[in-house]
């Protein structure tokens, strides 16, 4: 079975184990986030996932109403 990130020979990886860029090359992908298309969009993957994740929690379509049943990580 071929390796699917062979085709990505320019590619840039945000690597969260290490809090660095790297290409390909790096470490495994599972502690990684990508690909990105330059070092630079690799280099501000944490920023673009925060921004991701604000809009998500603003968003009413996606948000649970308090009360719903689900754990909240309190003791009970």
Same mark, same amino acid.
């Given at each position: ?24 090359? /790096?470490?495994?992908?599972?502690? =990684? ?5 330059? =070092? ?26 308090? /009360?719903?049943?689900?754990?909240? /990580? /309190?003791?009970?």
């Amino acid at each position: 079975m071929a390796d699917p990130l062979d085709e990505l020979t320019d590619a840039w990886f945000w690597c969260i184990e290490h809090s660095a860029v790297e290409t390909r090359a /790096g470490c495994k992908i599972t502690d =990684r986030l990508g690909p990105y298309p330059t =070092r630079q969009a690799a280099a501000a993957a944490l920023e673009k996932v925060d921004d991701r994740n604000d809009d998500w929690d603003d968003d009413p379509n996606w948000n649970d109403a308090p /009360g719903d049943g689900e754990d909240e /990580g /309190g003791d009970q």
